[in-house]
Every structure is written in C-alpha cells, then in structure tokens.
C-alpha cells in the first residue's frame, strides 16, 4: 500500500507564500495536489509526471503556484505565492496509477491532508 504524506501547512496573511511537500512511500508517476474547501467540492490544482517533471495547472492558480519534485526522495513539493484568503482549504497530494489528470476520480492513493488558512 503506497503511503503519502502532506507537510507544511499553516497560516499567512494575504499576499504571502507557503510551501507544501507530499513523501510518498514509493516512487509515483504521477502527483497531484488537490484543495478542498469547506462546502465546496474537492479541486485538482496541479499535477507533475516525475519520470520527466512536466507540469500543469489549473487556472485558478496558474502563475502562482509551483509544482516541482523536491529535494528529498520521493517528495514533490507545492510552492504557493501571492495567497488570496480564497485560497483557505485542506490541501491533499494524491498518486495516480492511471491517467494522470486534475480528477480526483483518476487518483488511486491520497494523503490525509494540511490545512492552509490565509487571513486577509
């Protein structure tokens, strides 16, 4: 059973950064981040094939946030800048066996989650 891990959540006024990591258990093809807010359904933001680090996001956070593998094995980090308050939700990474795409039905693996909240 792959395992993932969500690290670095917190809280930070509009306007400023945060940088979130997922460690996955076992090499992944395919990471994606994903954001739930509270009411609303869950959102794909971005998502990176590791084999050749190429990227794509979601409009909503297109040109300010950054998916990119990490420095430490397995983990691929989620820089986020210029945070808006309607950015505030739980921030999930997930693993896809299949296609790899902003679905969360194409997600076979997830973490459990980190909540960001931005103040205004």
């Known amino acids: 059973q792959v395992q993932l891990m969500e690290s670095g959540g917190g809280s930070v006024q509009t306007g400023g950064s945060l940088k979130l990591s997922c460690t996955a258990s076992?090499?992944?093809?395919?990471i994606v981040w994903f954001r739930q807010a509270p009411g609303k359904e869950r959102e794909g933001l971005a998502r990176?094939?590791?084999?050749?680090?190429?990227?794509f996001y979601d409009s909503s956070v297109k040109g300010r946030f950054t998916v990119a593998i990490g420095n430490s094995k397995n983990t691929v980090d989620l820089q986020m800048n210029s945070l808006k308050p309607s950015d505030t939700a739980v921030y999930y990474c997930?693993?896809?066996?299949?296609?790899?795409?902003?679905?969360?039905?194409?997600?076979?693996?997830w973490g459990q989650g980190t909540q960001v909240t931005v103040s205004s």
């Open positions: 997930a693993a896809s066996v299949g296609v790899c795409g902003l679905r969360p039905q194409f997600m076979t693996y």
């Open positions: 076992t090499n992944m093809a395919c």
């Open positions: 990176i094939t590791t084999a050749d680090r190429v990227t």
